[in-house]
């Protein structure tokens, strides 16, 4: 049987009202069993998921992930490095797209 957060979560708020099995799935599955599983630190993991959504141009994701991402240890030097690393693997437009998404999310880091 599956256990149900009492607190109103991240998905629940911002989803979970258009669609509540996929804030469960999100909840349940992607944050409470894949991000907690220690193979890899949550750092490493925010990195490869920043990663693919700059190679998969999912800029809109960025908004969630880029300051999980801060919180989980990766710095914002760090960030812009893989941005510019993966400008050459993944296509500038999709680099550019998350730098342009990166100043909107954090406007006093490149003042």
Same mark, same amino acid.
């Given at each position: 049987?599956?256990?149900?957060?009492? *607190?109103? &979560? *991240?998905?629940?708020?911002?989803?979970? %009202? /258009?669609?509540?099995?996929?804030?469960?799935?999100?909840?349940? @599955?992607?944050?409470?069993? @894949? =991000?907690?599983?220690?193979? #890899?630190? +949550?750092?490493?993991? %925010?990195? @490869?998921?920043?990663? *693919?959504? /700059?190679?998969?141009? +999912?800029?809109?994701?960025?908004? !969630?992930?880029?300051?999980?991402?801060?919180?989980?240890? @990766?710095?914002?030097?760090?960030?812009?490095?893989?941005? &510019?690393? #993966?400008?050459?693997?993944?296509? =500038?437009?999709?680099?550019?797209?998350?730098?342009?998404?990166?100043?909107? #999310? !954090?406007?006093?880091?490149?003042?």
């Amino acid at each position: 049987m599956s256990t149900k957060p009492t *607190a109103p &979560t *991240a998905a629940r708020d911002s989803f979970g %009202s /258009i669609a509540p099995k996929l804030a469960e799935l999100s909840d349940e @599955v992607l944050f409470g069993d @894949v =991000w907690e599983r220690p193979q #890899l630190s +949550k750092r490493d993991r %925010s990195l @490869v998921t920043c990663a *693919a959504l /700059i190679a998969l141009g +999912k800029s809109e994701q960025m908004n !969630f992930h880029f300051p999980r991402a801060i919180e989980n240890g @990766v710095t914002h030097d760090e960030l812009v490095e893989l941005m &510019t690393h #993966l400008a050459f693997y993944a296509g =500038w437009p999709n680099a550019m797209s998350a730098v342009t998404r990166f100043k909107d #999310l !954090f406007p006093a880091a490149h003042q």
